[in-house]
Nanobody
Framework: QVELVESGGGLVQPGRSLRLSCTAS????????MGWYRQPLGKARELVAI???????NYGDSVKGRFTISRGNAENTVYLQMNNLRSEDTAVYYC???????????WGQGTQVTVSS
């Protein structure tokens, strides 16, 4: 059974940084794509960033230049470095993982990020 566990969320002041981590366990295979999505309260879930096995990345427009996604040395880990955080970055952040040959996307339970002074 695949399980994605996120960590690193919390309360931070505007302009500061946070680093989110996600580890996927229970899969004998490497995920082709891992990423981060977020859902502000009362709004739809949106793309933050995704990264492929080869290192290709894609970012949501609102985080370009401020957030960096990377994959860890351990298999099926992914990080999100968030710099210069803004109040509008406040949301629940979800880790995602997907294999190219499957239609199913796996999701973590989410970690709350709150940016407030």
């Amino acid at each position: 059974q695949v399980e994605l566990v996120e960590s690193g969320g919390g309360l931070v002041q505007p302009g500061r940084s946070l680093r989110l981590s996600c580890t996927a366990s229970g899969s004998p295979f490497s995920f082709d794509t891992m990423g981060w999505y977020r859902q502000p309260l009362g709004k739809a879930r949106e793309l933050v960033a995704i990264i492929g096995n080869g290192g290709s990345t894609n970012y949501g427009d609102s985080v370009k230049g401020r957030f960096t996604i990377s994959r860890g040395n351990a298999e099926n880990t992914v990080y999100l470095q968030m710099n210069n955080l803004r109040s509008e970055d406040t949301a629940v952040y979800y880790c995602s993982a997907k294999r190219a040959i499957e239609s199913h996307t796996y999701w973590g339970q989410g970690t709350q990020v709150t940016v407030s002074s």
